[in-house]
């Protein structure tokens, strides 16, 4: 058995479409949906994968992929960025609307 790099290219798919929705458009609605998607939700995923990557390990035929590192660190990063963008957005949003 390998690690779950599934998990993590579901992470980074989720991250990839909240970093569409930036481009997409304007409003509030979008921006927080950019924020669950690239914030709880891939961070969500990430939990998935690490825990089921614990458990691959505790087992005598694990092979520990070589992706699974540096996607994880991507995972990360990128939602990270993208979560930041999204809440400035909302932030500025809200600031302008007073």
């Known amino acids: 058995m390998s690690a779950p790099v599934f998990w993590l290219c579901i992470g980074l798919a989720l991250v990839a479409a909240a970093a569409g929705l930036w481009f997409l458009d304007d ?17 969500g995923v990430l939990a998935i994968f690490l825990l089921q990557d614990s458990r691959r390990r505790a087992g005598s ?13 991507v995972l990360v990063v990128t939602a990270l960025v993208v979560v930041g963008l999204h809440a ?11």
């Open 27 to 43: 409003g509030v609605p979008l921006a927080v949906l950019g924020w669950v998607l690239a914030g709880p939700l891939a961070i």
């Open 61 to 73: 035929w694990y092979a520990p992929a070589a992706a699974a590192a540096p996607l994880t660190a």
């Open 88 to 98: 400035y957005h909302v932030a500025d949003v809200v600031a302008r609307s007073k």
